[in-house]
C-alpha cells in the first residue's frame, strides 16, 4: 500500500523580518498536509537583525506541519552547522526535498545533502536570480557564486519551481535550463473587506510591502507629489518596515516633496490591521524594480483593489490580461500618470476591481496546492517508488 508523501522544505529564514517569503512557506506547508501530506520545515532562527527562538532537536508543531528551527552562526550567508548536522542524518527519511532560495548557505547544504541521500530534490530561486537583484546586490560575488556553486545546485535539481513567467525568462537569460515548474505562490486572501470600503476610500493609495530599496518608493513618493496636484483630497498611506536608516530617508524625502500630513506611515501591518488598511483603501500600488510574484498584490486583489504594478512585478502579465489593473514602468512619469488615471475614474477602478477580485482566487491555497503536488508526485514517480499524493 501506498504511503503520504513525505516532503521536507529548507528555507533561510522564517522570521518575519524576511517579509512575503516567510509567509508564502507557512502557507504552502499547511495546505500540503491538508492534502495529506507528511511536511516538515527545516529553517534557522534568521530574523534579520534579529532571531526568532530556537527549538533545536525539538520540533515545533503548527498547523501540522512540523518546523524544526536551528541557530545560525553567521547573519550573512545564514550558516548553521546544527542545520548541517541534522540535515545530514535526515534527508534521507523524505521523498523529496523543496529547496527555498539561492545564495544562502541552508540552499547549498540541502541540495549536497538531498545528492548524497538519493532524495530528488526542487529549487524555487525565491527571485534572486532576477536582473535586478543579480546586477545591484553583491553582483560580482553572486556572478561568482552562481558559476561555481548555484549552478550545479539547480543542473542536479529536478525542477526549478518559478512563481511567475516574468521570473522564468529572467532565469533563462542567466543560463538556467532543465525541468520549469512555473507554479504561483499560494496566498490566504482577506475576507470581509468589499463590505467595508467607504466613499472615503477612494481617495487612499496604498503601498503595503517590506520597505526596501527594490520597492520602488523614490518613484511612488515624488509620483504621488505630482498627483496631488490635481487630486489635493488624496492620501498615501505605507504599510510596512525596513531599515531604520532607509524608513528615514524615505520620510526625508517625504517632507521635502511636501507630503507631510498627506502620508501615513504605519508600520508592519499583519492580521485585522492589515485587513483595515485594505478596507481603508481604493487603489493599491507597487511599483517594484524587482518582485518574482507579489504577494501582497494579490492580497490586494483579494480585498477587490485595483493595483498598479511595474512592469518587474513577476505576475503583471496576469494584471494586465485580466484587466485587474494598470501596469505600468518604472518611472516616476509612467506611475503618475496611472495613478491620475486610476483616482480620476470611479468606474474604471469598480471595473478592474471586480476583476482583481475574480483573478487573485487563481492563487489560492487550494488550486496551487494541487499544482505543486501533482509536481512533486511526477518526480517521485520518474524518481522510484509511487508514494500517495
Same mark, same amino acid.
Given at each position: 500500500m501506498s504511503r503520504p508523501l513525505r516532503v521536507l522544505h529548507v528555507i533561510p529564514s522564517i522570521g518575519p523580518a524576511r517579509g512575503g517569503p516567510s509567509v508564502v512557506i507557512r502557507t504552502m506547508a499547511r495546505c500540503q498536509t491538508e492534502r495529506g501530506l507528511e511536511v516538515h520545515v527545516a529553517t534557522t532562527d534568521d530574523n534579520g537583525l534579529d532571531r526568532i527562538a530556537p527549538l533545536e532537536s525539538v520540533p515545533m508543531k503548527q498547523d501540522s506541519v512540523t518546523f524544526w528551527?536551528?541557530?545560525?552562526?553567521?547573519?550573512?550567508?545564514?550558516?548553521?552547522?546544527?542545520?548541517?548536522?541534522?540535515?545530514?542524518?535526515?534527508?534521507?527519511?523524505?521523498?523529496?526535498v523543496h529547496i527555498h532560495a539561492l545564495f544562502s548557505y541552508p540552499s547549498v547544504a540541502a541540495a549536497i545533502c538531498a545528492k548524497f541521500a538519493g532524495v530528488p530534490y526542487i529549487v524555487r530561486p525565491l527571485g534572486t536570480l532576477s536582473h535586478w537583484g543579480m546586477r545591484n546586490r553583491r553582483p560580482w560575488l553572486k556572478r561568482l557564486s552562481f558559476r561555481f556553486i548555484e549552478s550545479f545546485i539547480l543542473k542536479g535539481s529536478a525542477g526549478v519551481h518559478y512563481t511567475s513567467e516574468q521570473e522564468a525568462l529572467e532565469a533563462r537569460d542567466w543560463g538556467v535550463r532543465g525541468n520549469s515548474l512555473v507554479i504561483p505562490n499560494p496566498v490566504d486572501l482577506p475576507e470581509n473587506v468589499r463590505g467595508r470600503r467607504t466613499l472615503a476610500a477612494r481617495m487612499v493609495v496604498l503601498f503595503l510591502s517590506r520597505l526596501?530599496?527594490?520597492?520602488?518608493?523614490?518613484?511612488?513618493?515624488?509620483a504621488f507629489a505630482r498627483v496631488r496636484a490635481c487630486n489635493p483630497q488624496a492620501v498615501l498611506m505605507i504599510a510596512g518596515d525596513g531599515d531604520s536608516e532607509f524608513v528615514d530617508g524615505l520620510k526625508q524625502q517625504a517632507l521635502r516633496l511636501g507630503l507631510g500630513q498627506y502620508v501615513s506611515w504605519t508600520g508592519f501591518l499583519r492580521g485585522e490591521e492589515k485587513r483595515d488598511a485594505f478596507a481603508d483603501a481604493g487603489?493599491?500600488?507597487?511599483?517594484?524594480?524587482?518582485?518574482?510574484?507579489?504577494v501582497a498584490v494579490v492580497e490586494a486583489m483579494g480585498a477587490g483593489l485595483p493595483v498598479i504594478v511595474s512592469d518587474q512585478v513577476g505576475i503583471h502579465r496576469e494584471v494586465a490580461k485580466a484587466d485587474a489593473g494598470l501596469v505600468v514602468e518604472c518611472s516616476v512619469e509612467s506611475l503618475e500618470s496611472a495613478l491620475t488615471r486610476a483616482l480620476g475614474d470611479e468606474q474604471l477602478r469598480a471595473r478592474m476591481g471586480a476583476n482583481a477580485s475574480a483573478?487573485?482566487?487563481?492563487?489560492?491555497? &487550494?488550486? $496551487? =496546492?494541487?499544482?505543486?503536488?501533482?509536481?512533486?508526485?511526477?518526480?517521485?514517480?520518474?524518481?522510484? &517508488?509511487? $508514494? =500517495?499524493?
Open positions: 528551527i536551528f541557530r545560525r552562526q553567521t547573519r550573512f550567508y545564514t550558516f548553521s552547522f546544527p542545520l548541517t548536522r541534522w540535515l545530514w542524518k535526515r534527508t534521507a527519511e523524505y521523498d523529496l526596501d530599496p527594490k520597492k520602488g518608493l523614490d518613484l511612488l513618493l515624488p487603489i493599491f500600488v507597487l511599483p517594484s524594480y524587482s518582485e518574482n510574484f507579489g483573478l487573485a482566487r487563481q492563487f489560492s491555497p &487550494e488550486i $496551487v =496546492a494541487k499544482q505543486l503536488i501533482d509536481a512533486y508526485a511526477r518526480i517521485c514517480d520518474n524518481h522510484g &517508488e509511487p $508514494v =500517495a499524493a
